[in-house]
């Protein structure tokens, strides 16, 4: 386990996209949102199988470690953006022990309607994480799994996490980056950018699971460097800005409101 210094200077603007336009995939900034949702809506019932052949089975239990050394405990308010199927809601309501202290924030109606089904009791709200429609100061800990990626704007997100979380509330950002050491990035490279696409087409030969996943890769080698994810949370008014990163490739981001 890798602690990242929390003074790391930010490079880029704390505004900017977390990875430029991938033009084979869409021509325009502008059109990013669309594709990403629809992408996220066509392999909505597909994803918890393709999360259990990337993790190995491992991702539930990283996710509710990850939650609870983040300082998520019983009885808080929970806000999980991009909340997808529900893979790290479902931890969330273990640990808090009630599914009504959980709610969950996402674009696609297709990934919300998986949700529903594996969350009863969890309030559901499609919405994007720049533009979040609950109150100032509303939740406790404020959770993000695998999504910053497909965001818009750093800066934009990363003010309405502050803005809806209580002083000395939690943000925990879970993400994958591209490894620093020329081999761990190659066996990154094969494993997520041509294995993992390659079983999700074998497993689901006739929906684009193989084409997420192939996407899924191409904007983890364009993301901006963590420094700037970083720098885009001290921007936006977080403090104890600070970053755990495990086997070069998952890291944790982790502030207070």
């Known amino acids: 386990m890798t602690q990242h210094p929390q003074e790391a200077a930010p490079l880029g603007s704390p505004g900017a996209a977390p990875h430029p336009v991938l033009a084979h995939r869409y021509t325009r900034a502008e059109e990013r949102e669309g594709f990403v949702r629809t992408l996220f809506d066509q392999t909505a019932p597909h994803y918890d199988r393709i999360d259990r052949i990337f993790s190995l089975g491992t991702g539930p239990g990283y996710r509710r ?9 019983p ?11 529900g893979l790290v809601a479902r931890q969330a ?28 009791g969890v309030t559901l709200i499609q919405g994007r994480a720049e533009r979040i429609p609950l109150p100032d100061a509303s939740v406790d800990f404020l959770s993000m799994g695998y999504a910053l990626r497909h965001v818009a704007d750093l800066g934009a997100a990363f003010a309405e996490y502050r803005r809806v979380l209580r002083p000395g509330g939690t943000v925990l950002i879970l993400e994958i980056g591209r490894p620093e050491s020329r081999l761990a990035r190659a066996i990154a490279r094969f494993y997520m950018g041509a294995a993992i696409p390659a079983l999700c087409w074998l497993a689901a030969p006739r929906h684009r699971s193989g084409e997420l996943m192939a996407y899924y890769w191409e904007t983890i080698e364009a993301c901006v460097p963590a420094e700037t994810i970083l720098g885009a949370m001290r921007a ?4 104890e800005v600070g970053l755990t990163t495990e086997l070069e490739v998952f890291r944790a ?5």
Do not use: C
């Not at 808080?76 to 199927?85: K, Y």
């Not at 309501?93 to 009863?120: C, F, K, Q």
């Not at 981001?253 to 409101?257: E, L, M, N, S």
């Open 65 to 73: 470690r990850a939650l609870r050394e983040a300082g998520l405990r």
């Open 75 to 85: 009885g808080m308010r929970v806000l999980d953006v991009a909340v997808g199927t």
């Open 93 to 120: 309501v273990a640990i808090t022990g009630d599914p009504a202290l959980v709610t969950g924030l996402d674009p696609s109606e297709g990934m919300l309607a998986e949700a529903r089904r594996a969350l009863p």
């Open 236 to 239: 936006a008014g977080f403090s």
């Open 253 to 257: 981001y982790t502030a207070r409101a």
